[in-house]
């Protein structure tokens, strides 16, 4: 069975352009989380969907960032523009289920940002 | 301040030895997830403990939750460089809409393993 699917796995872009991230969760999980990791922040709830439903967003850094989940199946992680500090590794995982009730977050691979 | 302190932060052993890496939280734990994670990669599950005073074990790595569920410990026997990685703990924080209580984890700021054959 697919894991998390995440794209691009490496992406190097300069300073002020657009940067999408994308992911395709494990099929039948219904909730979504996007984080981030740095070395000085470690790793970092960005968002989370239910449901295909932001229920959490508290964690998004600042307008720059967006993100949306259109269907069960998909959901993109948006910087506009981009920053040198935006450089981290962003990871996609999913779940059936709250972790609260004893639910497994199952993660990507990630995808290495470097904003140049 | 972070919600789970994990100690030590790095931690250099040669293969062989036992370990134990500790994740302590500074509010009641609903449960704990420990991950692994190698360079380049995602996070790997490794267990999740719920009870107090459970503990589980896969292959050489035990992991404990205390009765009181604020400390968790991750202990490997006889380490192998194949142990080597990031070790993070992961802890479940809630949201509550419309009743219904969601979830998601708050992770300490990880453990490097590095282990010398």
């Known amino acids: 069975d697919a894991g998390v699917i995440q794209s691009p796995r490496h992406e190097v872009t300069e300073m002020g352009q657009e940067v999408t991230l994308r992911c395709k969760p494990i099929?039948?999980?219904?909730?979504l989380f996007w984080y981030r990791q740095t070395m000085m922040r470690g790793l970092e709830l960005l968002i989370y969907?239910?449901?295909?439903?932001?229920?959490?967003d508290s964690g998004m850094p600042e307008d720059r960032f967006s993100a949306k989940m259109p269907n069960a199946s998909f959901s993109t992680l948006k910087i506009q523009p981009s920053e040198p500090r935006d450089s981290a590794v962003y990871f996609c995982a999913s779940s059936f289920g709250s972790p609260q009730a004893g639910n497994t977050i199952y993660f990507g691979e990630g995808s290495w940002l470097t904003v140049v | 301040s972070q919600e789970l302190e994990q100690s030590p932060q790095s931690l250099i052993v040669q293969e062989g030895k036992n370990l134990t890496i500790n994740c302590t939280s500074s509010?009641?734990?609903?449960?704990l997830y420990w991950y692994k994670q190698k360079y380049g990669e995602g996070l790997i599950f490794l267990m999740m403990l719920q009870k107090g005073g459970e503990e589980k074990s896969h292959e050489k790595i035990t992991a404990k939750l205390d009765e009181k569920k604020q400390q968790s410990s991750l202990h490997i026997t006889a380490s192998q460089p194949s142990h080597a990685g990031i070790y993070l703990c992961?802890?479940?924080?809630?949201?509550?809409?419309?009743?219904?209580?969601?979830?998601?984890?708050?992770f300490g700021q990880g453990t490097i393993l590095t282990v010398h054959p």
């Open positions: 992961g802890a479940p924080r809630g949201a509550n809409a419309g009743g219904t209580s969601y979830g998601k984890l708050t």
């Open positions: 969907f239910n449901n295909n439903v932001p229920i959490d």
């Open positions: 099929s039948g999980h219904n909730s």
């Open positions: 509010k009641t734990l609903y449960g």
